[in-house]
């Protein structure tokens, strides 16, 4: 798939019986940069409707054989949304009037003026295009937010996003829920060629195995039962834009080699078809899952993998990010407080942010930004110590995190016992064995333990899982 910077298309197809009015249609058109595809009857044309993506039709009106207006009927059953743009020299005013309550979008009369065709043929394409882009937003389920932060960790992603945006490379972004991976992934698009087309969001864990398919590459009418008319995929709406597939990790593995096809050649087929097509995508990818391991597990492919991850970025956990998590919590105060007209904006008393500051926050961004909704609704302004949940405002209390020379048998975590691992190892071995200090202090309570650890009761059964956990476990 090309990086094309050009997001409107530019696919155009001629459909006379004249010779010369294809040819004459063919060199104004090209002139202007447009592809143009010409054919001398319907019969000829009808067959491609279904073999690529079209951007506009200009079709005369009498034609010998399959006529004009009976061709527009069949690409109307078929492609609702091409623009057909009907020209004729001797139409009637009734022909006219049938062509446009049909469907036809324009209607010219030969012989054509160039400046005619051409601010009529734009005019088509961008109408689409707007159309296109905004079927694309109802898909990308959210909106543009800044990604706010000045620590080392948000910087370094920033750079990265910097070196990447700009080429046409895939890349896989990777990190814990509610870090902001999609963020991360409209930042790159905004800052790419592409930022004029659609951003188009999949979020491949919440659609059932069964349909994402159909989600992906769109369906034909018949395909299955349900599908009473097409429909089109997402790589379709993503089209001279970018594909953002969050928790890629949850595909299943017939769907992942779908994908894999639709990278390897920039073609898709709709389920129920035959005809591939070929689309402009750049595709971006997240995870929450470790993508390495799950290959080695046989639940992802490690082709797509390779694939995908051609640049990888890692989005930083909330708890790494230092004083971001004040920056982060005072634009959410602002932002909170507008929506729910609340004058003056809700803020925090210095005892409240240094708790809030200290609080790990498993869930990232996304627990802070519920956190602020909770405390801008319930609490009192400014919000105080007692207003933050008991996990949070113990933290006020807590001593700085040990050193790597605390001594054995203190209470505290010897990280000397850990050796020289990585960051990343280093943090799930000290949260493997806080975890289990904890339920063995509530004697594996796991509802009271999540109580105590600030998380939800299913997100700390996943960690358990995740960390290979069991009950009466010593170490």
Known sequence: ???????????????????????????????????????????????????????????????????????????????????????????????????????????????????????????AIERRALAARIRALEAAEGGDEEMLGHSPPIEQVKRQIAKVAGTGVRVLITGESGTGKELIARAIHR????????????????????????????????????????????????????????????????????????????????????????????VLAATNKDLEEEVRQGNFREDLYFRLSVVPIESPPLRDRGDDILLLLNAFLTQVSAEHAIEPPVTVTPEAADAIRRYSFPGNVRELRNLTERLVILADNPVQLKDLPPSMSRSADQRPPPSADSEPGSGLIDLTRYGHPTLRELREMVERDYILRKLKETDWNVTRTAEVLGIERTNLHKKLKQLGLKKGQQS
């Open 191 to 282: 800052a790419s060629k592409r930022s004029n087309g659609p951003f188009v969001k999949v979020n491949c864990a919440a659609i059932p195995a069964e349909l994402i398919e159909s989600e992906l590459f769109g369906h034909e009418r018949g395909a299955f039962s349900g599908a009473v008319q097409r429909k089109r995929g997402r790589f379709e709406l993503a089209d001279g834009g970018t594909l953002f597939l969050d928790e890629i990790g949850d595909m299943s593995l017939d769907a992942q080699a779908k994908v894999l096809r639709a990278l390897q050649t920039g073609e898709v087929i709709r389920v129920g078809g035959e005809k591939a097509f070929v689309v402009d995508v750049r």
């Open 1 to 123: 798939m090309s990086d094309g910077a050009d997001p409107i298309g530019r696919r155009v197809v001629v459909v006379d019986d004249e010779r010369n009015i294809r040819r004459t249609l063919s060199m104004v058109l090209e002139g202007e940069g447009y592809e143009v595809e010409t054919f001398e009857s319907a019969e000829a044309f009808l067959p491609r409707l279904n073999q690529g993506l079209i951007d506009v039709i200009l079709l005369d009106v009498r034609m010998p054989g399959i006529d004009g207006l009976t061709a527009l009927e069949k690409i109307r059953e078929e492609h609702g949304d091409i623009p057909v743009l009907m020209i004729s020299g001797h139409a009637t005013i009734e022909e006219a009037v049938r062509a446009m309550n049909i469907g036809a979008s324009d209607f010219m009369e030969k012989p054509l003026s160039r400046e005619r065709v051409l601010v009529t043929v734009k005019n």
